[in-house]
């Protein structure tokens, strides 16, 4: 079962986070979201990264432990159009430690510039280390260009430690508001280590919304024998839901789904579909628009008669 563990006062902690780089790490608009300071190199599809959290790392505020912990990130240049799965693995140090706990986040910049917490679904996977340590992958789809910075922090200044990242990209379907978009073939999707128990296959739709209509995502498999998962968010770059301003609905292994988006809101609506990897499931979706409902009729005024008032 994936998680979402920022969720709760996200708002506050992104604003905090932002105040504290802003403070600290002498950032500014041409430069990475979490600063030059706090960044450590870059990273692309493809690569696999080693790093290390120490005490001496810049300090960010840590939206998951709500504490000022060491941190490092990693910058990503993400394309419109491209999901992005990224994986954190704890690892021995040097002296054979394997002490890493924290959390993997993602951070971009708003209209205005400001540093936003951005962070993408994510879960862990495999075995966590001595000191509660979870391997970690995050999900992110980017509806535009633009610079992010992966997070690696640490839970609290005693559980720094190696780690290392590695990222992979994966296409997005852009579907049409009107269209059945039929052949979605998800045995071809992206393998992902965090999604379900047993390895599985994720693929990545998108459609517009907008906010005059209340949009349905109804995904039915139509060949293949596997059962999928479904599980539809937005607004904008991220495949979770972290405050009013987005939905994030979910459906168990299934054949056929409908997911809907409540309330209806404007922007990029991204829709994650899973099955298992020894599985095959070609699907079709669609996107069901419900028209508001019509204003209701004006009441009929009543005539009022005065006292001085004769009929003839």
Known sequence: MMRSPFRAAWFSAAFLSTAV????SGNDVL????GTACTVGSIAPGDSVNGNVRGSSCLAFNP????ISPAESWTLNAKKGTAYIIRLRHQPNTAANDTWAGSLQAFGRNAQGD???VTGRWSTFGTPNGNGGNNQEMFIAADRDRTLSIRVVSSTKADTGAYSLAISSCPITQISDT???AGIDLSNGCPSLSYDALPTKVTFVSYLADSIVQDSAIVTRTAGTGSFQGYLTGIGMDVNCWNSDCVSTTSGWTTATTLVTTPALPGTMNLLA???ADSAAT???RIHSIPP?????PAATARVVGPNHRSH
């Open 179 to 181: 269209l059945d978009h």
């Open 293 to 297: 409902a019509a204003p209701p009729a």
């Open 283 to 285: 699907v079709t979706v």
């Open 274 to 276: 899973a099955v298992r």
């Open 64 to 67: 998951s432990s709500y504490v």
């Open 31 to 34: 430069g990475p979201p979490d």
């Open 21 to 24: 780089l802003a403070a600290c």
């Open 115 to 117: 540093a936003t917490f």
